[in-house]
C-alpha cells in the first residue's frame, strides 16, 4: 500500500489547515486510518483515528480543534485542523497500520 499526505503549510496561530492522505494499493474502506505527528526533537504522536463505519477517536491534545474524515469513493483521508496553536508544528503523517505516508510538513507560526 501506499499513502501521499498533502495540505501542509505554514499559517498563524489561530487559523485553519486541512491535510490530505492520498491512499493506494488497498482496500481503503475497510480500512482503519490514523493520523500522526512528530514535532521536533519528539517521538510520534497519535491524534485520531476513524475506522471502517466512520466512528473516530481523537487525542485530547485535538479533541474539539481537529477533525478526521475519509471519502471512500475517492481513496482519501482528511484532517481538519482549526485553532493551530504553534505546539501543533510538527511533520503529519497518515498510517495504516505499519504503513505510513511521508508525511507533510505543518508549521504555526506567526
Known amino acids: 500500500g501506499q499513502l501521499v499526505e498533502s495540505g501542509g503549510g505554514l499559517v498563524q496561530p489561530g487559523g485553519s489547515l486541512r491535510l490530505s492522505c492520498a491512499a493506494s494499493?488497498?482496500?481503503?474502506?475497510?480500512?482503519?486510518m490514523t493520523w500522526v505527528r512528530q514535532a521536533p526533537g519528539k517521538g510520534l504522536e497519535w491524534l485520531s483515528t476513524?475506522?471502517?463505519?466512520?466512528?473516530?477517536r481523537y487525542a485530547a491534545s485535538v479533541k474539539g480543534r481537529f477533525t478526521i474524515s475519509r471519502d471512500n469513493a475517492k481513496n482519501t483521508l482528511y484532517l481538519q485542523m482549526k485553532s493551530l496553536k504553534s505546539e501543533d508544528t510538527a511533520v503529519y503523517y497518515c498510517?495504516?497500520?505499519?504503513?505510513r505516508g511521508q508525511g507533510t510538513q505543518v508549521t504555526v507560526s506567526s
Open positions: 494499493g488497498f482496500t481503503f474502506s475497510t480500512s482503519a
Open positions: 498510517a495504516k497500520g505499519s504503513i
Open positions: 476513524i475506522y471502517s463505519d466512520a466512528s473516530s
